[in-house]
């Protein structure tokens, strides 16, 4: 009689010491747990290895990429239920070897090896991002062999997943977005927000730290007469760029390269942007990030930089980096405390001025993205993988979670290079942006 989901259900709950939450369906046609709701189907017993050689998140990140674990019916409802075993249980998800020791733990193990086997080790997906401990030195090379993996998947699958304006940060939501107020309204909303925040004017030079597909660009150039230089490290977003700014007319005013901000020499800039750019720079690089872009100011110009942000930590010293967005996501991407932003800019020379948190408006957007894959999701298979596909689906569900649950967030912190004669130019009354 088929009964591999019993015996996983009961093994997950005695390693976690809780039922578990959600409905098994196994590999053998077995089902156990809780009736109704969303199911978790293992569909092979090589999901039971990639565990039992990895354990933790990026053992089931193996599993999820490669098909060998997947979700029937809601995937918010799953991620939802298993949050507290995957995420919140530091030492169960992410210390199961050390748990695994204890003798309590040891017949469970036995069980799994007899269900997993043969126990060999199987390879990671091919989209699994190899030699990633050098990415985080963020080299110029090892950051542009990141921002390769992650940006130059197909400029038709990103179409598909960001829809027609293509900006791949966070949007800014109106009062009524649950009705009329679409994803292309807010992320118009929220490039025209920081170029109000940068007072953009016509004949002023703005600098886009990290373009990506041209939009904040475009927008400073067509909206508010402005001269724009754009720089990034991906050619595939570099090219599609160019070809949207001839369509609109504006190569006399945009510029694309394919450049690292610390090449960029020709300054000084009225404005700077970096819109979901500074995740990649790296903590240990984040000084020499700002000091570059106060470099690269003239004096009383302003930066607008958009950033995810964590929440601190008792012991920083303790901080790692997510494994599943590690390797399959933003390699050698790092997220800081927006205290140690705010601070690493004022070091660097810059005043700041302003702090917009606009953590739940990043959910929405998420949401948003997550169902337009989902709405097409076998063109979205066919216009890079199906692994990728699903580590898209994955990363964008599980991170409009961490936002709506305030694990992460988003903020807008507006900079200043004031003059040493202590003019900043901003208004007395702040935010009048709006």
């Known amino acids: 009689m088929p009964d591999a989901a019993l015996r996983l259900k009961n093994l997950a709950e005695q390693l976690l010491g809780a039922p578990l939450p959600v409905r098994i369906r196994a590999w053998d046609g077995s089902e156990a747990g809780p009736p109704g709701g969303p199911t978790l189907v293992v569909r092979n017993r090589r999901a039971l290895r990639r565990l039992m050689w990895k354990p933790g998140e990026l053992g089931l990140a193996r599993a999820w990429v490669a098909g060998d674990l997947d979700v029937e019916g809601d995937l918010y409802a799953v991620l939802d239920r298993l949050a507290e075993f995957i995420w ?27 269900l997993a086997a043969p126990f060999l080790p199987p390879p990671p997906p091919q989209e699994e991002m190899r030699g990633r401990g050098r990415l985080h030195l963020h080299t110029k090379g090892s950051d542009r062999q990141a921002i ?129 750019m500074a995740e990649h720079v790296g903590a240990e690089q984040y000084l020499e ?61 810059f005043e700041v001025r302003d702090v917009e948190a606009i953590r739940e408006h990043y959910a ?23 692994g990728r596909a699903r580590i898209w689906r994955l990363y964008m569900a599980a991170s409009a979670l961490a936002f709506e649950r305030n694990h992460i967030g988003v903020n807008q912190v507006l900079a200043v290079k004031t003059p040493e004669a202590g003019t900043s130019g901003m208004p007395l009354r702040a935010r009048t942006w709006r």
């Open 88 to 114: 919140e249980r530091d030492e169960d998800a992410k210390n199961l070897r050390e748990s695994l020791r204890d003798p309590k733990f040891r017949a469970a193990a036995r069980s799994l090896i007899g």
């Open 148 to 276: 390769s993996h992650h940006y130059d998947v197909g400029n038709d699958f990103y179409e598909l997943v960001l829809g027609p304006s293509m900006v791949y940060s966070c949007a800014y939501w109106g009062a009524d977005e649950e009705a009329a107020f679409t994803l292309e309204d807010a992320q118009r909303d929220k490039l025209e927000l920081i170029a109000r925040k940068l007072a953009l004017k016509p004949g002023m030079r703005l600098l886009d730290v990290g373009c990506g597909w041209g939009s904040m660009a475009i927008h400073a150039a067509r909206e508010h007469g402005v001269t724009v230089v754009g720089v990034t490290l991906s050619q595939e977003q570099a090219a599609y760029a160019r070809k949207r700014i001839a369509e609109e007319g504006l190569t006399d005013r945009v510029e694309i390269r394919v450049q690292d901000y610390r090449d960029v020499r020709d300054g000084p800039y009225d404005a700077i942007s970096s819109i979901g």
């Open 289 to 349: 990030y700002a000091h570059a872009l106060h470099a690269l100011l003239e004096p009383g110009g302003r930066l607008l930089n958009h950033q995810i942000a964590r929440r601190p930590q008792a012991d920083e010293s303790t901080y790692t980096v997510d494994e599943f967005i590690d390797a399959y996501v933003f390699p050698g991407g790092e997220l800081a405390p927006v205290g140690s932003t705010v601070g690493l800019l004022e070091r660097a020379g």
């Open 364 to 386: 929405l957007t998420l949401r948003r993205w997550v169902a337009n894959l989902e709405a097409r999701w076998k063109e979205g298979q066919r216009l890079t993988s199906p």
